[in-house]
């Protein structure tokens, strides 16, 4: 099965900053990765995600990498604001096969 | 109107109870799942429904049943509660659109399970 692999489990930012997050994966048949964010006490919600057919995506301050070869894919934060604070989990997947492997969460704190 | 909805939001048990969590979606989504937040915050698939059939059924104990009376309800029956099973628990739905940037999943809002 999948094995997704995500760092660092914590990040520390000043406000303005960038922050990166890397995760990996183990099948080369995953072919789906969304990121998802995870506020305080609320549910996760989707806010990128990227298919294996492109190897970037960008949101205004937000974007994904993804490098099929290494089986690696980054999340993107630019000019982070103390409202980017929560925990951040990548995800792989098959579309179709409706199973998402989650990644084990970083922490973000973005201080003013 | 909240398109994933999972009640109750809290539920504080005493071990050896028997309770249930129910999940409802509103997106017409066709598959619907049961994911569990430990104190770690590591988010684990349990069970995955589609179309009323059980499609995934990770290893948890058999303790764990889901039911889904139909498409857009899963609900989680859990039996003589231990204090492991204190975690959130979250619903989710999706539907995949091959063509289309609309896949991925929509999450409830979660059931703080604790068990005591």
């Known amino acids: 099965g999948e094995n997704v692999e995500q760092h660092p489990s914590t990040l520390s930012v000043q406000e303005g900053d960038s922050a990166v997050i890397k995760c990996t994966y183990s099948d080369s048949a995953s072919n789906y990765f969304p990121w998802y964010k995870q506020e305080l006490g609320k549910r996760p919600q989707l806010i990128i995600d990227i298919r294996s057919n492109v190897g970037e995506k960008k949101d205004q301050r937000i974007a994904v990498t993804l490098n099929k070869t290494a089986k690696h894919f980054s999340l993107h934060i630019t000019e982070t604001q103390p409202e980017d604070s929560a925990v951040y989990f990548c995800?792989?997947?098959?579309?179709?096969?409706?199973?998402?492997?989650f990644g084990s969460g970083t922490k973000l704190n973005v201080k003013p | 109107d909240t398109a994933v909805s999972q009640t109750p939001k809290y539920l504080v048990t005493q071990m050896g109870n028997d309770k249930s969590i129910k999940c409802e979606q509103n997106l017409g989504h066709d598959t619907m799942y049961w994911y569990k937040q430990d104190s770690k915050k590591f988010l684990k698939i349990m069970f995955s429904y589609n179309n009323k059939e059980l499609i995934i059924n990770e290893t948890v104990p058999n303790r764990f049943s889901p039911k889904s009376p139909d498409k857009a309800h899963l609900n989680l029956h859990i039996n003589s509660l231990e204090l492991g099973d204190s975690a959130v628990y979250f619903c989710?739905?999706?539907?995949?659109?091959?063509?289309?940037?609309?896949?991925?999943?929509?999450f409830g809002s979660g059931t703080r399970l604790t068990v005591v």
């Open positions: 989710a739905s999706s539907q995949d659109l091959p063509n289309s940037g609309a896949y991925g999943y929509t």
């Open positions: 995800a792989a997947s098959t579309i179709g096969f409706n199973k998402f492997y």
